[in-house]
């Protein structure tokens, strides 16, 4: 049989060059720190850790590795420092931790089940926009064909 399983960034195992140890345990440490435990939702740490191992490009492992390598620990303090001195990284780290907390299926069936009708990615079921919804009267932005698109000289 042939594998016609889609390769894609989305899909687990796009990269899985997985993190060191260390790392992954710091970004679990991390994961924790930033999505404070909850009576009605699983820890976040463990789940963002093996979400963000599975599809982490080598480059991106090691722009992780540099960012939770130079804390001396994970807390509160170490993360708001981070967050105010080197908010590029910081912004990062959040980034990694949100999309793979709130990407991951566990999380999203649960939200589900809590009663929310949120599926993650748009694509391909979008989002319901209730007739209320407050929605531009007037077409804002363009459309281009991909033919028509020029490259603008410098």
Known sequence: MTDITM???????FYNCGLPAAVRSSLAEAGDVLIPRSDTMPPAGDIAALFVSERVSPAEAAELEGILG???EVSVATLTDLELNRPERFAVL?????QAYYGSPVVT???????????????????ELHEDAPVPTEPRGTFIPTEEVVRVRR
């Open 94 to 98: 959040r980034t990694w931790v949100y």
């Open 7 to 13: 390769r894609h960034p989305s899909r687990p195992g």
């Open 70 to 72: 130079a804390l001396t």
């Open 109 to 127: 069936g649960l939200m589900q089940l809590q009663g929310s009708a949120y599926h993650g990615a748009p694509q391909p079921f979008g989002y």
